[in-house]
């Protein structure tokens, strides 16, 4: 007599990649964790109310979560990471960043109290992973940087020299194009309307948002040629000028067509939208054009 059974095929699920390095001692991990939210959170909400409202500083939430974002994605690869310490440089490097935000909370120095942060993070990847660690976070640290605050004396001394360049620039194009306009100072009368050139108008928050997102979009595309990179962050700099430039024409154009109101209301958002659009449409386009001076030097897409 013989029984016959069915052997039923199992599949196996495939191994889930690990999010912590092995041997990591995470009770401490998720105290100094926690010490980290303790110091940064009140600093985080002090840019919520304070900063980050502002024209100049309004690309900052877009920058932090745009800079989790990048560190999340190399969890797996830290994890992989053969723990190689480097305490005693660690315990310096994160003595320093804590006492730069000691300063900065105390003096009411918020750029310190940010900064602080690249190098607590720097401290404590010494200090339980190694060097090989900062090395996989540098781009998304790096990238974090944008989020600091400048202070009030360079951000008016930035703006003021940027207000007056729009201001010319499209005060010109606009008498090419035939419309009655005059310009005195940052104020331009077209018509019967006079505008101000504000400070959001002259750029630094968008030259700001565009370079940031122009290294993005390079790390992103893994370019190899660092001749390339350089000359598509420095091109940056004048597309988002010239982006501003047609978005003070549009402004005037809107206001001289159709009235004062029409101006300052939804249409003022909406060139800060078209602003966006023109700056990374030509960031693209000079990117397609470097793409193909450098073809034989990066793979591409």
């Not at 809107?254 to 602003?275: C, I, K, R, S």
Request: with cysteine.
């Amino acid at each position: 007599m013989s029984t016959t059974g069915t052997q039923q095929d199992s599949t196996s699920a495939p191994p889930q990649r690990a999010v912590l390095p092995a041997g990591l001692d995470r009770a401490a991990a998720a105290m100094l964790l926690f010490g980290f939210a303790l110091l940064y959170v009140p600093s985080y909400l002090d840019l919520a109310r304070r900063v980050w409202p502002s024209d100049e500083q309004g690309h900052g939430p877009v920058i932090l979560a745009l800079g989790v974002w990048l560190i999340y994605g190399k969890r797996h690869a830290l994890a992989a990471l053969a723990l190689k310490p480097q305490t005693a440089l660690g315990m310096g490097v994160l003595f320093f960043g804590v006492l730069m935000y000691a300063l900065g909370s105390t003096q009411g120095m918020l750029v310190f109290e940010v900064l602080s942060q690249h190098l607590v993070v720097i401290g404590l990847m010494l200090i339980f992973l190694g060097w090989r660690a900062v090395g996989l976070i540098w781009f998304p640290l790096f990238f974090l940087l944008f989020m600091v605050p400048l202070p009030s004396s360079i951000v008016g001394a930035v703006t003021a020299p940027l207000k007056s360049a729009v201001s010319v620039v499209a005060a010109q194009l606009l008498y090419a194009l035939g419309y009655p306009v005059a310009r005195a100072g940052v104020v331009l009368s077209v018509g019967q309307y006079q505008l101000l050139v504000a400070d959001a108008c002259a750029g630094l928050n968008s030259m700001f948002t565009l370079e940031a997102l122009g290294l993005l979009y390079m790390n992103l595309m893994r370019y190899t040629s660092a001749v390339r990179n350089v000359l598509l962050a420095m091109l940056i700099i004048p597309i988002s000028f010239c982006a501003n430039v047609v978005r003070v024409v549009i402004l005037v154009l809107v206001t001289y067509h159709f009235g004062a109101d029409a101006g300052e209301g939804f249409v003022h958002g909406f060139a800060g939208m078209v602003l966006f659009m023109v700056g990374l449409t030509a960031m693209l386009c000079t990117d397609w054009a470097l793409r193909l001076a450098f073809k034989s030097k990066d793979p591409g897409p």
